[in-house]
């Protein structure tokens, strides 16, 4: 079964730091991570899809990286801002049954101080 | 374009009623599924469908039904509740499996 990690589990960063999530699988045969972002009592945003033949993708200030051989991803965040404040999850996708699991950590908590 | 709505957003139950939440989306999505959100455990699959009718268990399926007769609707059936079934439950849809989830604004049940 596929076990996902991230950590740290919650991270406190002042205005402006570029910071790094990660997250780690044990299972490298994956078709697909995801890093969402949950606002509290809310639902999940998708925020990038990297597929397994992909190293990296990126969006504005975002940018995350997969190396599947050793099992991790990393979420990039440039010039952090209090609005980034938010829990975000990795999940990971797999081929199982009549289509894709997806398994996900449990996810960081990030706050930003303005 | 509503996107993926669940119903209802919070419910009561007492331990061994029957319920049904309520999941629709309106993108013309293939991939329907189910999870689970609790403290400290992350989100779980609970059932999924590639198609209508087709549906596949995911990590933790006991305890809960699901059927897939359109392609727009996904219900999840509790068929008799138990405490542990205290949850916040989350629909999402994709295209297809590979891709980007959307997810639902999720339904708070507690079973009493």
Redesign the interface.
């Known amino acids: 079964?596929q076990e996902?990690t991230q950590i740290p589990a919650a991270l406190s960063v002042p205005e402006g730091e570029n910071l790094v999530l990660n997250c780690s699988f044990t299972d490298s045969a994956i078709?697909?991570l995801?890093w969402?972002r949950q606002d509290p009592g809310?639902?999940?945003?998708?925020l990038l899809?990297i597929?397994s033949s992909q190293r990296e993708q990126t969006s504005g200030r975002l940018n995350a990286s997969l190396d599947k051989s050793s099992g991790r991803s990393t979420l990039y965040i440039a010039a952090s801002q209090p609005g980034d404040s938010a829990t975000y999850?990795c999940?990971v996708?797999v081929?199982?049954?009549?289509?894709?699991?997806?398994?996900?950590?449990?996810?960081t908590s990030l706050t930003v101080i303005p | 374009n509503a996107g993926v709505t669940q119903t209802p957003k919070f419910q009561v139950l007492k331990t061994g009623q029957s319920m049904t939440l309520q999941c629709a989306q309106d993108m013309n999505h293939e991939y329907m599924s189910w999870y689970r959100q609790d403290p400290g455990m992350g989100l779980r699959l609970i059932h999924y469908s590639v198609g209508a009718g087709i549906t596949d268990q995911g990590e933790v399926p006991n305890g809960y039904n699901v059927s897939r007769s359109t392609t727009e609707d996904f219900p999840l059936r509790l068929l008799s509740a138990a405490p542990s079934q205290t949850s916040v439950y989350f629909c999402a849809s994709s295209r297809s499996g590979a891709n980007v989830l959307t997810f639902g604004a999720g339904s708070r049940l507690t079973v009493l």
């Open positions: 079964k996902v078709y697909n995801q969402f809310k639902g999940l945003t998708s899809l597929q999850l999940a996708g081929i199982s049954g009549t289509g894709n699991q997806f398994y996900f950590g449990t996810g």
